[in-house]
Protein backbone atom coordinates (compact mmCIF):
# COMPACT_ATOMS: atom_id res chain seq x y z
CA UNK A 1 0.00 0.00 0.00
CA UNK A 2 1.32 3.41 -0.84
CA UNK A 3 4.82 2.51 -3.04
CA UNK A 4 5.22 4.02 -5.98
CA UNK A 5 8.00 3.69 -8.56
CA UNK A 6 8.75 6.70 -10.55
CA UNK A 7 7.03 8.35 -14.12
CA UNK A 8 9.14 6.48 -17.25
CA UNK A 9 9.05 10.07 -18.51
CA UNK A 10 11.01 11.96 -15.41
CA UNK A 11 13.54 8.51 -14.95
CA UNK A 12 14.71 8.70 -18.48
CA UNK A 13 15.81 12.03 -18.35
CA UNK A 14 17.63 11.19 -15.37
CA UNK A 15 18.81 7.89 -17.01
CA UNK A 16 20.14 10.43 -19.78
CA UNK A 17 21.79 12.76 -16.87
CA UNK A 18 23.67 10.01 -15.60
CA UNK A 19 25.05 8.03 -18.44
CA UNK A 20 26.33 11.89 -19.35
CA UNK A 21 27.72 12.28 -16.05
CA UNK A 22 29.52 9.24 -16.46
CA UNK A 23 30.86 9.95 -20.11
CA UNK A 24 32.30 13.38 -19.04
CA UNK A 25 33.84 12.06 -15.73
CA UNK A 26 35.25 9.27 -17.50
CA UNK A 27 36.58 10.94 -20.57
CA UNK A 28 37.89 7.72 -21.98
CA UNK A 29 34.85 5.45 -22.24
CA UNK A 30 35.52 3.43 -19.61
CA UNK A 31 32.71 3.55 -16.91
CA UNK A 32 33.21 1.89 -13.78
CA UNK A 33 30.95 -0.33 -11.94
CA UNK A 34 28.06 -1.04 -14.32
CA UNK A 35 26.90 -4.41 -13.96
CA UNK A 36 28.86 -6.97 -12.60
CA UNK A 37 32.09 -5.37 -14.15
CA UNK A 38 34.98 -3.01 -12.79
CA UNK A 39 34.78 -1.45 -15.91
CA UNK A 40 33.08 -1.05 -19.21
CA UNK A 41 35.03 -0.35 -22.02
CA UNK A 42 32.55 1.92 -24.60
CA UNK A 43 33.93 4.34 -26.46
CA UNK A 44 32.16 8.36 -25.79
CA UNK A 45 29.57 7.24 -29.44
CA UNK A 46 28.90 3.86 -28.39
CA UNK A 47 28.03 4.51 -24.84
CA UNK A 48 25.35 7.55 -25.92
CA UNK A 49 23.84 5.14 -28.81
CA UNK A 50 23.09 2.90 -26.07
CA UNK A 51 21.78 4.92 -24.04
CA UNK A 52 19.52 6.47 -26.71
CA UNK A 53 18.09 2.91 -27.22
CA UNK A 54 17.55 1.97 -23.68
CA UNK A 55 15.63 5.43 -23.09
CA UNK A 56 13.45 5.00 -26.33
CA UNK A 57 12.35 1.19 -25.10
CA UNK A 58 10.47 0.40 -22.02
CA UNK A 59 12.27 1.09 -19.64
CA UNK A 60 11.87 3.14 -16.63
CA UNK A 61 13.73 3.63 -13.21
CA UNK A 62 12.41 2.06 -10.11
CA UNK A 63 13.49 3.62 -7.02
CA UNK A 64 14.39 1.36 -4.43
CA UNK A 65 14.36 3.16 -1.22
CA UNK A 66 11.55 4.88 0.03
CA UNK A 67 13.93 6.87 3.05
CA UNK A 68 16.61 8.11 0.73
CA UNK A 69 18.40 7.55 -3.08
CA UNK A 70 21.35 5.61 -2.05
CA UNK A 71 20.69 2.54 -4.50
CA UNK A 72 18.49 2.49 -7.78
CA UNK A 73 17.63 -0.21 -10.30
CA UNK A 74 16.83 -0.08 -14.06
CA UNK A 75 14.28 -2.55 -15.57
CA UNK A 76 14.89 -3.07 -19.07
CA UNK A 77 11.88 -4.83 -20.53
CA UNK A 78 11.65 -6.73 -17.06
CA UNK A 79 15.11 -7.13 -16.92
CA UNK A 80 16.81 -6.28 -13.69
CA UNK A 81 20.60 -4.02 -14.12
CA UNK A 82 21.80 -2.65 -10.93
CA UNK A 83 24.30 0.16 -10.74
CA UNK A 84 25.20 -1.55 -7.44
CA UNK A 85 29.36 -0.54 -7.37
CA UNK A 86 28.29 2.85 -8.08
CA UNK A 87 26.14 3.92 -5.62
CA UNK A 88 26.26 2.04 -1.67
CA UNK A 89 23.64 -0.56 -1.20
CA UNK A 90 20.68 -0.04 0.79
CA UNK A 91 20.74 -2.34 4.21
CA UNK A 92 18.08 -4.11 4.67
CA UNK A 93 16.35 -4.88 8.00
CA UNK A 94 17.00 -8.35 9.11
CA UNK A 95 13.76 -8.91 12.20
CA UNK A 96 14.96 -10.52 15.40
CA UNK A 97 12.51 -13.29 16.68
CA UNK A 98 11.30 -10.84 19.31
CA UNK A 99 10.49 -8.29 16.30
CA UNK A 100 9.29 -11.24 14.42
CA UNK A 101 6.93 -12.11 16.97
CA UNK A 102 5.20 -8.38 17.18
CA UNK A 103 5.24 -8.44 13.69
CA UNK A 104 3.54 -11.82 13.94
CA UNK A 105 0.58 -10.20 16.67
CA UNK A 106 0.12 -6.98 13.75
CA UNK A 107 -0.22 -9.59 10.91
CA UNK A 108 -2.71 -11.65 12.50
CA UNK A 109 -4.91 -8.49 13.75
CA UNK A 110 -4.76 -7.19 10.36
CA UNK A 111 -6.15 -10.64 8.69
CA UNK A 112 -8.93 -10.71 11.83
CA UNK A 113 -10.12 -7.26 10.46
CA UNK A 114 -10.78 -8.80 6.92
CA UNK A 115 -12.43 -11.62 8.73
CA UNK A 116 -14.39 -9.68 10.51
CA UNK A 117 -15.68 -6.98 7.49
CA UNK A 118 -15.99 -10.16 5.04
CA UNK A 119 -20.06 -10.41 6.06
CA UNK A 120 -20.74 -6.73 5.53
CA UNK A 121 -19.60 -6.36 1.86
CA UNK A 122 -22.92 -6.68 -0.17
CA UNK A 123 -25.05 -5.00 -2.12
CA UNK A 124 -26.75 -1.64 -1.02
CA UNK A 125 -23.72 -0.87 1.43
CA UNK A 126 -21.18 2.51 0.68
CA UNK A 127 -17.65 1.85 1.28
CA UNK A 128 -17.69 4.51 3.87
CA UNK A 129 -19.60 2.09 6.08
CA UNK A 130 -17.10 -0.30 5.42
CA UNK A 131 -14.53 2.21 6.76
CA UNK A 132 -16.80 3.04 9.62
CA UNK A 133 -16.57 -0.16 10.86
CA UNK A 134 -13.10 -1.45 10.11
CA UNK A 135 -11.98 1.87 11.69
CA UNK A 136 -13.94 1.20 14.97
CA UNK A 137 -12.82 -2.59 15.32
CA UNK A 138 -9.46 -1.32 14.87
CA UNK A 139 -9.76 1.39 17.60
CA UNK A 140 -12.30 -0.10 19.90
CA UNK A 141 -11.77 -3.90 19.78
CA UNK A 142 -8.22 -4.57 18.53
CA UNK A 143 -6.97 -1.30 20.50
CA UNK A 144 -4.65 -0.82 17.39
CA UNK A 145 -4.02 2.16 15.05
CA UNK A 146 -5.38 1.97 11.77
CA UNK A 147 -1.83 3.15 9.59
CA UNK A 148 -3.57 5.01 6.77
CA UNK A 149 -5.56 6.98 8.56
CA UNK A 150 -3.98 10.51 7.95
CA UNK A 151 -0.78 9.20 6.80
CA UNK A 152 0.69 11.63 4.00
CA UNK A 153 -2.85 13.24 4.40
CA UNK A 154 -4.69 9.98 3.35
CA UNK A 155 -8.46 10.19 5.11
CA UNK A 156 -9.59 7.50 5.64
CA UNK A 157 -8.77 4.22 8.25
CA UNK A 158 -8.61 1.44 5.17
CA UNK A 159 -7.90 1.84 1.00
CA UNK A 160 -11.49 0.26 -0.93
CA UNK A 161 -10.39 -0.01 -4.88
CA UNK A 162 -13.68 -1.09 -6.82
CA UNK A 163 -13.73 -2.54 -10.18
CA UNK A 164 -11.36 -0.94 -12.59
CA UNK A 165 -9.32 1.10 -9.04
CA UNK A 166 -6.34 -0.77 -8.72
CA UNK A 167 -5.51 0.25 -4.98
CA UNK A 168 -5.64 3.47 -2.62
CA UNK A 169 -9.46 3.90 -3.16
CA UNK A 170 -10.79 6.27 -1.07
CA UNK A 171 -14.07 5.31 0.99
CA UNK A 172 -17.10 7.67 0.11
CA UNK A 173 -20.68 8.22 1.16
CA UNK A 174 -21.57 8.22 -2.25
CA UNK A 175 -19.62 5.09 -3.15
CA UNK A 176 -22.52 2.37 -2.87
CA UNK A 177 -21.58 -1.04 -4.23
CA UNK A 178 -23.95 -3.13 -6.29
CA UNK A 179 -23.87 -6.74 -7.68
CA UNK A 180 -21.03 -7.64 -9.46
CA UNK A 181 -19.19 -5.49 -8.00
CA UNK A 182 -15.76 -6.56 -7.21
CA UNK A 183 -13.76 -4.76 -4.06
CA UNK A 184 -9.93 -5.11 -2.32
CA UNK A 185 -9.92 -3.95 0.72
CA UNK A 186 -6.24 -2.68 2.04
CA UNK A 187 -5.88 -3.76 6.12
CA UNK A 188 -2.86 -2.12 7.31
CA UNK A 189 -3.00 -1.97 11.16
CA UNK A 190 -0.16 -0.56 13.88
CA UNK A 191 0.61 -2.88 17.11
CA UNK A 192 2.87 -1.43 19.48
CA UNK A 193 5.03 -0.27 16.99
CA UNK A 194 5.02 -2.54 14.32
CA UNK A 195 3.01 -2.98 11.16
CA UNK A 196 0.17 -5.53 9.95
CA UNK A 197 -0.14 -4.97 6.02
CA UNK A 198 -2.54 -7.21 3.73
CA UNK A 199 -5.73 -7.07 1.00
CA UNK A 200 -8.45 -9.56 0.29
CA UNK A 201 -10.74 -9.21 -2.83
CA UNK A 202 -14.26 -9.36 -2.32
CA UNK A 203 -16.87 -10.73 -4.57
CA UNK A 204 -20.35 -8.17 -4.24
CA UNK A 205 -23.35 -10.62 -4.90
CA UNK A 206 -23.44 -12.66 -8.28
CA UNK A 207 -20.33 -11.30 -10.17
CA UNK A 208 -19.57 -12.20 -13.60
CA UNK A 209 -17.60 -15.20 -14.86
CA UNK A 210 -14.54 -13.29 -16.40
CA UNK A 211 -14.42 -10.73 -13.05
CA UNK A 212 -14.26 -14.06 -11.03
CA UNK A 213 -11.35 -15.73 -13.07
CA UNK A 214 -9.12 -12.32 -12.62
CA UNK A 215 -9.71 -12.52 -9.01
CA UNK A 216 -8.26 -16.09 -9.03
CA UNK A 217 -5.71 -15.85 -11.32
CA UNK A 218 -4.05 -12.94 -9.05
CA UNK A 219 -4.46 -14.72 -6.14
CA UNK A 220 -2.67 -17.58 -7.78
CA UNK A 221 -0.11 -15.11 -8.51
CA UNK A 222 0.48 -14.16 -5.13
CA UNK A 223 0.55 -17.44 -3.79
CA UNK A 224 3.02 -18.65 -6.37
CA UNK A 225 5.12 -15.71 -5.47
CA UNK A 226 4.77 -16.94 -1.54
CA UNK A 227 5.89 -20.68 -2.49
CA UNK A 228 9.66 -18.96 -3.95
CA UNK A 229 10.39 -16.90 -1.02
CA UNK A 230 13.38 -18.45 1.11
CA UNK A 231 16.80 -17.54 2.10
CA UNK A 232 18.67 -17.58 -1.20
CA UNK A 233 16.51 -16.90 -3.35
CA UNK A 234 15.78 -13.82 -5.36
CA UNK A 235 13.84 -10.47 -5.67
CA UNK A 236 13.49 -11.25 -9.58
CA UNK A 237 12.54 -14.73 -8.49
CA UNK A 238 9.33 -13.07 -7.21
CA UNK A 239 8.52 -10.41 -10.16
CA UNK A 240 9.28 -13.38 -12.70
CA UNK A 241 6.83 -16.18 -11.53
CA UNK A 242 3.82 -13.27 -10.78
CA UNK A 243 4.53 -11.50 -14.24
CA UNK A 244 4.35 -15.21 -15.96
CA UNK A 245 1.55 -16.44 -14.85
CA UNK A 246 -0.57 -13.15 -15.59
CA UNK A 247 0.54 -12.94 -19.00
CA UNK A 248 -0.14 -16.83 -19.36
CA UNK A 249 -3.75 -15.97 -18.57
CA UNK A 250 -3.61 -13.13 -20.99
CA UNK A 251 -3.32 -10.54 -18.24
CA UNK A 252 -1.11 -7.67 -17.54
CA UNK A 253 0.90 -6.76 -14.47
CA UNK A 254 0.57 -3.44 -12.89
CA UNK A 255 4.23 -1.55 -13.15
CA UNK A 256 3.97 1.82 -11.06
CA UNK A 257 3.42 0.15 -7.45
CA UNK A 258 4.74 -2.63 -6.08
CA UNK A 259 5.34 -4.64 -2.65
CA UNK A 260 7.62 -3.20 0.04
CA UNK A 261 9.77 -3.57 3.06
CA UNK A 262 7.65 -3.77 6.48
CA UNK A 263 8.21 -3.69 10.08
CA UNK A 264 8.58 -0.43 12.48
CA UNK A 265 7.76 1.68 9.87
CA UNK A 266 5.08 1.42 6.59
CA UNK A 267 7.35 1.38 4.33
CA UNK A 268 11.16 -0.37 4.21
CA UNK A 269 13.27 -1.39 2.10
CA UNK A 270 13.33 -3.26 -0.40
CA UNK A 271 10.28 -2.61 -2.74
CA UNK A 272 9.55 -5.91 -4.14
CA UNK A 273 8.40 -5.47 -8.02
CA UNK A 274 5.76 -7.66 -9.61
CA UNK A 275 7.39 -8.39 -12.37
CA UNK A 276 11.18 -9.21 -13.45
CA UNK A 277 13.29 -11.87 -14.35
CA UNK A 278 14.35 -14.88 -12.48
CA UNK A 279 17.78 -14.86 -10.65
CA UNK A 280 17.94 -10.94 -10.58
CA UNK A 281 17.85 -8.69 -7.39
CA UNK A 282 18.55 -8.34 -4.03
CA UNK A 283 19.17 -12.19 -2.13
CA UNK A 284 17.10 -13.17 0.55
CA UNK A 285 17.99 -13.18 3.90
CA UNK A 286 16.55 -14.81 6.94
CA UNK A 287 14.49 -12.03 8.56
CA UNK A 288 13.64 -10.21 6.17
CA UNK A 289 10.15 -9.27 6.30
CA UNK A 290 8.03 -7.61 3.34
CA UNK A 291 4.82 -7.44 1.14
CA UNK A 292 3.81 -9.40 -1.89
CA UNK A 293 0.90 -7.82 -3.30
CA UNK A 294 0.44 -8.19 -7.16
CA UNK A 295 -2.14 -5.53 -8.62
CA UNK A 296 -3.63 -7.15 -12.00
CA UNK A 297 -5.16 -6.04 -14.62
CA UNK A 298 -7.64 -7.35 -17.61
CA UNK A 299 -6.63 -4.88 -19.91
CA UNK A 300 -3.52 -3.19 -20.53
CA UNK A 301 -0.98 -2.48 -17.88
CA UNK A 302 -1.19 1.32 -18.17
CA UNK A 303 -2.61 3.10 -14.65
CA UNK A 304 -3.77 7.04 -14.35
CA UNK A 305 -4.16 8.77 -10.69
CA UNK A 306 -7.48 10.54 -9.98
CA UNK A 307 -7.57 14.45 -9.32
CA UNK A 308 -7.53 13.18 -5.53
CA UNK A 309 -4.17 12.62 -5.63
CA UNK A 310 -4.36 8.77 -4.33
CA UNK A 311 -6.85 6.67 -6.50
CA UNK A 312 -5.54 4.76 -9.13
CA UNK A 313 -7.12 3.14 -12.01
CA UNK A 314 -6.82 1.44 -15.10
CA UNK A 315 -6.27 3.39 -17.92
CA UNK A 316 -8.63 1.44 -20.48
CA UNK A 317 -11.24 1.47 -18.04
CA UNK A 318 -11.36 -2.18 -17.40
CA UNK A 319 -11.32 -4.16 -14.25
CA UNK A 320 -8.42 -4.90 -11.95
CA UNK A 321 -7.82 -7.31 -9.24
CA UNK A 322 -5.04 -7.32 -6.14
CA UNK A 323 -4.72 -9.34 -2.98
CA UNK A 324 -1.64 -8.56 -0.51
CA UNK A 325 0.59 -10.10 2.22
CA UNK A 326 3.07 -9.59 4.57
CA UNK A 327 5.72 -12.45 4.53
CA UNK A 328 8.88 -13.43 6.84
CA UNK A 329 11.95 -15.11 5.29
CA UNK A 330 12.61 -18.15 7.74
CA UNK A 331 15.48 -20.31 7.58
CA UNK A 332 14.00 -22.41 5.78
CA UNK A 333 11.35 -20.70 3.94
CA UNK A 334 8.47 -18.17 4.79
CA UNK A 335 6.25 -17.25 7.27
CA UNK A 336 2.99 -15.52 6.07
CA UNK A 337 2.46 -13.20 9.09
CA UNK A 338 -1.21 -12.13 7.62
CA UNK A 339 -2.69 -14.91 6.94
CA UNK A 340 -6.31 -15.60 7.52
CA UNK A 341 -7.94 -18.49 9.54
CA UNK A 342 -9.80 -19.87 6.77
CA UNK A 343 -7.16 -19.82 3.89
CA UNK A 344 -5.18 -22.37 2.85
CA UNK A 345 -1.99 -21.29 1.28
CA UNK A 346 0.01 -23.99 -0.81
CA UNK A 347 3.58 -23.73 -0.30
Known sequence: MFVFVYPRHI???????????LIVATGNGKTPGIGGNNTLDLSRRKMRRRCRLELSGDCHLVETSVACLRRREFVYNSRLSCLTDLIAPVPVSLKTPDEIARMRVAGRLAAEVLEMIAPHVEPGVSTHELDSICHDYIVNVQKAIPAPLNYRGFPKSICTSVNQVICHGIPSE?????KGDIINIDITVIKDGYYGDTSQMFLVGEVAPHAIRLVEVTQQCLYRAIAVVKPGARLGDIGHVIQTHAEKNHYSVVREYCGHG???????????????RAGTGMVLEAGMTFTIEPMINAGRHHTKLKKDGWTVETRDGRLSAQWEHTLCVTRDGVEVLTARQDEIIPL
Open 262 to 276: IGTEFHQDPQVLHYG
Open 11 to 21: CRGALYIIFTL
Open 174 to 178: TKILK
